[in-house]
């Protein structure tokens, strides 16, 4: 197997893309606002004009409970802690494979 030094930086970086996508939404998460009444989706049903879908809530709702605000959190949209957990995983299974495979 080789070294970081040998596959290179940039090779290392790209094959953790993933996990780095998620380390930054939830930062990006914990630094928003909680008490923004605009914010904007990237839902495409509300873009097409429905006002209803099953993830509505879920992005504030996970914002809410990165702020410590469980029980608001869980009241936007009950999986809301559970999409943090699986990002989470997720982040954890890319970047120590052998440590995630060892759970």
Known sequence: MRTLEQKGFIHYLISHLEGFIWIFAIVSMMMS???????FTFCPFYHLGFRHCLGFGIGRSMILALHGRIE????????GLIAILVLIIRTIEI????????L
Request: no cysteine; charged share 15%; glycine share 0%.
């Open 33 to 39: 606002s909680v008490k923004s009444d605009q914010h």
């Open 72 to 79: 608001e959190s869980l009241i936007m949209h009950p999986l």
């Open 95 to 102: 970047f120590s494979p052998k440590l995630y495979h060892s």
